[in-house]
Nanobody
Framework: QVQLVESGGGSVQSGGSLRLSCAAS????????MGWFRQAPGSEREGVAR???????SYADSVKGRFTIFQDNAKNTLYLQMNSLQPDDTAMYYC????????????????????WGQGTQVTVSS
């Protein structure tokens, strides 16, 4: 079983930065594909960034150039560095994992992920 615990959310002003962390436990082969998703009130959960076991990454167009997904395998932790935050980035952010990696990981939608964290709130004020 995989467990994911997010942290690092908070309230920042427009233009600020935050780094989200996702501490993972459980067999590594069950989390070959990991991602960050977000959901604002009244909206569907959307993919923000994904990373597969080989290190390749993908990003939503809305965050390209501002967000960076990376992981520290020694610490079993996934990160999302968020710079130049805007009010539209306000949402609950979730960490997710699935055993199925490879290139298909980079386009996986929320329904394709098996494991989810409880979420961490990010609020950006103008």
């Amino acid at each position: 079983q995989v467990q994911l615990v997010e942290s690092g959310g908070g309230s920042v002003q427009s233009g600020g930065s935050l780094r989200l962390s996702c501490a993972a436990s459980g067999p590594y082969y069950r989390r070959n594909c990991m991602g960050w998703f977000r959901q604002a009130p009244g909206s569907e959960r959307e993919g923000v960034a994904r990373i597969e076991s080989g290190g390749r990454t993908s990003y939503a167009d809305s965050v390209k150039g501002r967000f960076t997904i990376f992981q520290d395998n020694a610490k079993n932790t996934l990160y999302l560095q968020m710079n130049s935050l805007q009010p539209d980035d306000t949402a609950m952010y979730y960490c997710a994992a699935t055993p199925y990696g490879g290139s298909l990981c980079l386009n996986k939608q929320a329904l394709e992920y098996t494991y989810w964290g409880q979420g961490t709130q990010v609020t950006v004020s103008s």
